[in-house]
């Protein structure tokens, strides 16, 4: 495997960055990969990496919960079942900010439930997903194509009232192109939603080289509040609004005991989630610190 070698910051360009943290991939390959830290702004990216044509095979594996439909054990029924309740908040959430069920644009939608249920909910739906085994479940379950990238030819001129983002921004290579195209298909007046693991929270540093939710090398980026903020504003967004997804906490842990110990620990897990909510559910900058967040975001 050849790795690719980030020589700036993908937030800020600065070319001085030291190492941060050293995670092993406890999903596929067994291998260790190096995180390291911005001397400048303070981001965080996984660095080397593999390139976006090697990645795909980093998600090869039966655990990787979003890319198929089953639950095959308990990790994956619990997900499911934390999936269904999530899905009727995140539409809720979508039918409170945006005002209206218009053109809502899924990137990275997986199997295609949230999707699916969207549909169900009256909104006009389009999607793209990497992965040809999970695309092909989703179009069954949408009943609308959903396309391999933003890259196809069916984006182009089109604009959406929401685009929504669920823990896909930190898989992305091309960043900035990436939000730069987001800014251009969104509507004066749309709303992206972006949903990032967030390595501030109290289970990110209680687990440390551990932690679940850096899944090295598929999460190539490491999102603070204060990076996504930056990251936002460098491409004409504002942070419209910061919230908490309180399951997550629980589901990285359950997954963060098994790496820490070698087995799951269902008591540790819920003990270390909910001490992660209580402690980022207001912090003193007013806004939440959970294991992720949910940021909203508006064109400048």
Same mark, same amino acid.
């Given at each position: 495997?050849?790795?690719?070698?980030?020589?700036?910051?993908?937030?800020?360009?600065?070319?001085?960055?030291?190492?941060?943290?050293?995670?092993?991939?406890?999903?596929?390959?067994?291998?260790?990969?190096?995180?390291?830290?911005?001397?400048?702004?303070?981001?965080?990216?996984?660095?080397?990496?593999?390139?976006?044509?090697?990645?795909?095979?980093?998600?090869?594996?039966?655990?990787?919960?979003?890319?198929?439909?089953?639950?095959?054990?308990?990790?994956? +029924?619990?997900? /499911?079942?934390?999936? /269904?309740?999530?899905?009727?908040?995140?539409?809720?959430?979508?039918?409170? +900010?945006?005002?209206?069920?218009?053109?809502?644009?899924?990137?990275?939608?997986?199997?295609?439930?949230?999707?699916?249920?969207?549909?169900?909910?009256? $909104?006009?739906?389009?999607?793209?997903?990497?992965? *040809?085994?999970?695309?092909?479940?989703?179009?069954?379950?949408?009943? #609308?194509?959903?396309?391999?990238?933003?890259?196809?030819?069916?984006?182009? /001129?089109?604009?959406?009232?929401?685009?929504?983002?669920?823990?896909?921004? #930190?898989?992305?290579?091309?960043?900035?192109?990436?939000?730069?195209?987001?800014?251009?298909?969104?509507? #004066?007046?749309?709303?992206?939603?972006? *949903?990032?693991?967030?390595?501030?929270?109290?289970?990110?540093?209680?687990?440390?080289?551990? $932690?679940?939710?850096?899944?090295?090398?598929?999460?190539?980026?490491?999102?603070?509040?204060?990076?996504?903020?930056?990251?936002?504003?460098?491409?004409?967004?504002?942070?419209?609004?910061?919230?908490?997804? $309180?399951?997550?906490?629980?589901?990285?842990?359950?997954?963060?005991?098994?790496?820490?110990?070698?087995?799951?620990?269902?008591?540790?897990?819920?003990?270390?989630?909910?001490?992660?909510? $209580?402690?980022?559910?207001?912090?003193?900058?007013?806004?939440?610190?959970?294991?992720?967040?949910?940021?909203?975001?508006?064109?400048?």
């Amino acid at each position: 495997m050849i790795l690719e070698t980030l020589t700036q910051c993908p937030v800020c360009q600065s070319t001085r960055f030291h190492d941060f943290l050293r995670v092993k991939d406890h999903t596929v390959s067994q291998a260790e990969f190096q995180i390291v830290a911005c001397d400048s702004c303070g981001f965080k990216f996984t660095n080397p990496r593999p390139s976006a044509e090697e990645i795909g095979q980093y998600y090869q594996s039966a655990d990787y919960i979003s890319h198929h439909d089953k639950a095959q054990d308990l990790m994956s +029924t619990i997900y /499911n079942q934390v999936r /269904n309740h999530t899905t009727r908040q995140k539409i809720k959430l979508l039918n409170k +900010t945006v005002g209206k069920k218009g053109s809502l644009l899924d990137v990275g939608s997986g199997a295609g439930f949230f999707l699916s249920q969207a549909k169900a909910a009256g $909104w006009k739906v389009s999607g793209t997903e990497p992965d *040809a085994q999970a695309r092909t479940i989703g179009q069954g379950r949408v009943g #609308e194509d959903i396309y391999e990238t933003i890259d196809d030819p069916f984006f182009t /001129n089109k604009q959406y009232d929401a685009i929504t983002m669920w823990h896909v921004l #930190e898989h992305v290579h091309r960043l900035d192109e990436t939000m730069d195209w987001l800014h251009q298909h969104l509507t #004066e007046k749309g709303k992206l939603f972006v *949903a990032v693991p967030n390595h501030e929270s109290e289970d990110a540093h209680a687990f440390k080289e551990n $932690w679940a939710a850096y899944d090295v090398p598929r999460h190539l980026y490491h999102f603070s509040k204060k990076a996504t903020r930056q990251l936002a504003e460098k491409h004409e967004f504002r942070v419209q609004g910061i919230l908490p997804m $309180w399951f997550d906490a629980y589901y990285v842990g359950l997954l963060s005991t098994r790496y820490q110990s070698g087995k799951t620990s269902l008591p540790q897990s819920v003990w270390r989630g909910t001490v992660s909510n $209580w402690k980022g559910r207001k912090p003193a900058d007013g806004s939440p610190n959970t294991s992720s967040l949910i940021y909203i975001l508006a064109k400048a």
